[in-house]
T-cell receptor, first 114, second 113 residues
Framework: DAGVTQSPTHLIKTRGQQVTLRCSPI?????VSWYQQVLGQGPQFIFQ???????GRGNFPDRFSARQFPNYSSELNVNALLLGDSALYLC?????????????FGNGTRLTVT | DQQVKQNSPSLSVQEGRISILNCDYT??????FLWYKKYPAEGPTFLIS?????DKNEDGRFTVFLNKSAKHLSLHIVPSQPGDSAVYFC????????????FGQGTRLTINP
């Protein structure tokens, strides 16, 4: 079975631009979460979506938004990019919303803001 | 405020010996803890978890220990194998509510032949 797939794998944007990252969960998984991993740090929670509804939001500015589609795929949007948004963006899926349902991570999208 | 801390950025262990990775947390509300392993250019992979009602959980070569009074958990790998070389992240969460994991900074484990 295919794992969590993310696109694109790498992306270079300029300050002030907008970016959309995409994620397809494992088949049968209805929950999708997004994490940001800055170099040298652990992943930081951005959003969780389940059945197209937002179930949790981390401490990120309103420039960050996301949505989940009827097929459970998800997009993460970041507006007005800042240099500090340069990071690895990880998408993870799970069967349910509970913490006992392990997160399965994709390989991430590496975003560089210049 | 770093709620989950892994104070050792790196650890080197000889093949066949025990690897011990440590993690401290500050939020006493956390009641579920996990370890993830990450290889270069891949996403983190779930290894093992433990809830706060237990103090130990085993899965094959991997054992996680939880000391709630010290707000400390550790991951033991016995015996260590070359394929265990990776970055290990501990994470903490609340059982109730959103599936929001708070990760430590990671420890790079290198197993030497």
């Amino acid at each position: 079975d295919a794992g969590v797939t993310q696109s694109p794998t790498h992306l270079i944007k300029t300050r002030g631009q907008q970016v959309t990252l995409r994620c397809s969960p494992i088949s049968g998984h209805k929950s999708v979460s997004w994490y940001q991993q800055v170099l040298g740090q652990g992943p930081q929670f951005i959003f969780q979506y389940y059945e197209k509804e937002e179930r949790g939001r981390g401490n990120f500015p309103d420039r960050f938004s996301a949505r989940q589609f009827p097929n459970y795929s998800s997009e993460l949007n970041v507006n007005a990019l800042l240099l500090g948004d340069s990071a690895l963006y990880l998408c993870a899926s799970s069967l349910s919303t509970g913490v006992r349902s392990p997160l399965h991570f994709g390989n991430g999208t590496r975003l560089t803001v210049t | 405020d770093q709620q989950v801390k892994q104070n050792s950025p790196s650890l080197s262990v000889q093949e066949g010996r025990i690897s011990i990775l440590n993690c401290d947390y500050t939020n006493s509300m956390f009641d579920y803890f996990l370890w993830y392993k990450k290889y270069p250019a891949e996403g983190p992979t779930f290894l093992i978890s433990i809830s706060s009602i237990k103090d130990k959980n085993e899965d094959g070569r991997f054992t996680v220990f939880l000391n709630k009074s010290a707000k400390h958990l550790s991951l033991h790998i016995v015996p260590s194998q070359p394929g265990d070389s990776a970055v290990y992240f501990c994470a903490a969460s609340l059982i109730q509510g959103a599936q929001k994991l708070v990760f430590g900074q990671g420890t790079r484990l290198t197993i030497n032949p």
